[in-house]
């Protein structure tokens, strides 16, 4: 395994939730396939200047039938690509390995996912996923030849493993709702989970909230999956979604795996399919979407128009002079400062815990920024970044605006959430939570929160004016 660039991003300490878990998975690949009789040789460096120096190497005791590569398709990793292949003195061989279904099992790939979500249909009946290969329970040992193996080797001057260990060391933040260590194991031990264990999803405990949000009936026990339909847009809790997606980013879980553990679960229920498993398969499904329409349309995916660019419509002509790249503005988002405590909180959330729940239409439709702007963001602090997941879902524009104050009450109604990720705002009324700014100046002296010094005055002056007059409405009849 050859890690490029790893190093350098761990200079940021932002990034050390994201690498930590990076190293983690490497980590456990590595143990699985040392009690499988072999070991994973781990580099820092350039893939195309490592691999085929190593393959130099091992060709001189051996013989090396072809390197076995993952195809990539966006640009910077195919111009590698192209690189390995004029310099590998072997042959390389590619194979398409992280999405469920393949693109040669469509005949094209609709621009609209609900035609993409019937053709999956459709094809369900006739070819199910590729069946999961069998693991081999042992592999022959691994070429222990000394120019390789000196794991000092490396332009870190410390040994890998030495490197990898120390970063493993770094704690998650104590209320993240990712805590999962990275890794297959770790994976596998996720997805049974929340397929088979009984829980009752309860709020994390470090966020005591002031009042019991247990609901008032005693719940069934279920199995989280059962209940993802009503959950899964809730905030602070693991059980919720899945959680699945930092290990499909690492390649830690195959989406194939995952797709057919619910697939499997639905087949031991009575019902079979529920709305809960058609929603988590189309949410998987969304992901193989988003990576095929990355490949049909290229570079566009990093275009300032996305993939509308390609049908060269004329509306999105006029709309590009409305993008703004004003650093100021892009920085109080970036640092939870926008006087907005649902952007603010979810912005915190970001940078302490590498999870965000909402932000990026705030910034697109709102503050009109540069969407690769805050692309660039979420790629170094996301923990489950994923570019097709990620630019592709950015709204760039042309997705439903949402109003923050209507989507911060629906989804953080006592404004808990809120008020645990901008501390500034714990002694506000819980009602004023979300829209501090509506405080008379003896509140905001009581509750130790003057607005403009305790806690920003809100960025959008227009927009927060007639939001107050909803909210209020909404306050008064007690919504
Ligand atoms: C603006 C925006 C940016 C996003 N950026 C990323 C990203 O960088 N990386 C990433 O993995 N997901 C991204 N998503 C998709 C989604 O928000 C996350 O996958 C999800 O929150 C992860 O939590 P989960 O594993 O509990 O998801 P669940 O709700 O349990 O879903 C199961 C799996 O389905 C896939 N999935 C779910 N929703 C989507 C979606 N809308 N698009 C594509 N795949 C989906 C993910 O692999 C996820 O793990 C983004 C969504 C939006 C709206």
Redesign the pocket.
């Known amino acids: 395994m050859v890690l490029n660039d790893f190093n350098k991003g761990i200079n940021s300490p932002l990034m050390h939730i994201k690498y930590a878990k990076q190293a983690e998975s490497i980590l456990d690949l590595r143990q699985s396939l040392i009690k499988r009789g072999c070991d994973l040789l781990i580099r820092f460096g350039k893939p195309e200047d490592l691999v085929p120096q190593i393959t130099k190497e091992l060709l001189k005791k051996y013989k090396v039938l072809g390197l076995y590569l993952q195809k990539e398709i966006t640009r910077d990793e195919i111009y590698v690509e192209k690189l390995l292949i004029s310099r590998s003195p072997v042959p390389l061989k590619f194979f398409h390995g992280s999405t469920i279904f393949q693109q040669n099992d469509f005949t094209s790939i609709p621009d609209i996912y609900k035609t993409f979500r019937e053709q999956v249909d459709k094809l369900n009946h006739q070819l199910l996923p590729i069946p999961l290969l069998n693991m081999h329970r042992h592999f022959p040992p691994f070429p222990r030849i000394p120019s390789i193996y000196d794991e000092t080797n490396n332009s870190l001057n410390v040994s890998t493993s030495e490197f990898l260990e120390k970063l493993v060391s770094t704690p998650c933040h104590q209320r993240t709702c990712i805590p999962f260590k990275g890794g297959e194991t770790s994976a596998i031990e996720r997805i049974k989970t929340y397929l088979n264990s009984p829980v009752t999803s309860p709020p994390l405990k470090q966020y005591n909230p002031p009042f019991s949000l247990a609901p008032k009936k005693p719940q069934r026990a279920l199995a989280p999956i059962a209940k993802y339909k009503q959950t899964?847009n809730n905030l602070m809790g693991i059980n919720y979604?899945?959680?699945?997606?930092p290990f499909?980013?690492f390649g830690c879980l195959s989406p194939r795996l995952a797709y057919q553990k619910i697939v499997d679960y639905e087949s031991k229920k009575p019902g079979g399919e529920t709305e809960s498993t058609y929603l988590?398969k189309s949410?998987?499904l969304?992901?193989d979407y988003?990576k095929f329409m990355a490949e049909k349309y290229g570079n566009f995916l990093f275009h300032i128009d996305g993939f509308a660019g390609a049908l060269k419509l004329e509306r999105i002509k006029n709309r590009r002079k409305k993008w703004n790249q004003d650093f100021d503005k892009f920085q109080k988002w970036a640092n939870g400062m926008t006087g907005i405590p649902w952007i603010d909180a979810n912005m915190r959330q970001l940078k302490e815990t590498g999870h965000v729940f909402v932000s990026?239409s705030f910034l697109v439709k709102d503050l009109r920024l540069d969407w690769r702007m805050g692309a660039e963001l979420?790629e170094c602090l996301?923990v489950?970044?994923?570019v097709f997941?990620?630019i592709g879902?950015?709204p760039k524009g042309e997705l439903l605006y949402f109003n923050i104050i209507k989507q911060a009450k629906e989804f953080d109604p006592h404004g808990v959430f809120v008020r645990v990720w901008c501390p500034e705002l714990s002694k506000v009324p819980y009602e004023k939570a979300h829209i501090p700014w509506i405080m008379t100046f003896e509140e905001q002296k009581r509750s130790g929160c003057i607005i403009g010094e305790n806690y920003p005055k809100p960025m959008i002056e227009r927009q927060y004016k007639i939001l107050k007059t909803r909210f209020f409405e909404a306050i008064k009849k007690g919504g």
């Open positions: 899964r979604s899945s959680k699945l997606s499909l980013t988590i949410q998987l969304w992901r988003f990026s979420f996301l489950d970044h994923d997941a990620g879902n950015d």
